[in-house]
């Protein structure tokens, strides 16, 4: 079974910036669509951002232009580098992968960002 460790998560000022990583134990990584997810407290997990195995990216509306996704698939490491930080992306920030008829199979355990006004 694939394990996906999330780091970089932290406390930013609005406006500000933060690069999030996942690094999965498997060398299948490069053939794999990623993603990544947020929870916001009370809130439910919402879609962020994807990448497939050819780099092909797609995001939602709400950090369309500010956050862009990318992968190394030499070191089996998705990113996420979030611009223009803004205090409604506050929440735990998860990467997913194994996309198998539309549900990710498998998930990290996430890291908080939190983004003071």
């Known amino acids: 079974q694939v394990q996906l460790v999330e780091s970089g998560g932290g406390l930013v000022q609005a406006g500000g910036s933060l690069r999030l990583s996942c690094t999965a134990s498997?060398?299948?990584?490069?053939?794999?669509?990623m993603a990544w997810f947020r929870q916001a407290p009370g809130k439910e997990r919402e879609f962020v951002s994807s990448?497939?195995?050819?780099?092909?990216?797609f995001y939602a509306d709400s950090v369309e232009g500010r956050f862009t996704i990318s992968r190394d698939n030499a070191k089996n490491t998705l990113f996420l580098q979030m611009n223009s930080l803004k205090p409604e992306d506050t929440a735990v920030y998860f990467c997913a992968s194994d996309l198998v008829a539309g549900r990710y199979q498998v998930w990290g355990q996430g890291t908080q960002v939190t983004v003071s006004s």
């Open positions: 498997r060398r299948t990584f490069s053939r794999s669509t």
């Open positions: 990448i497939t195995w050819t780099s092909s990216t």
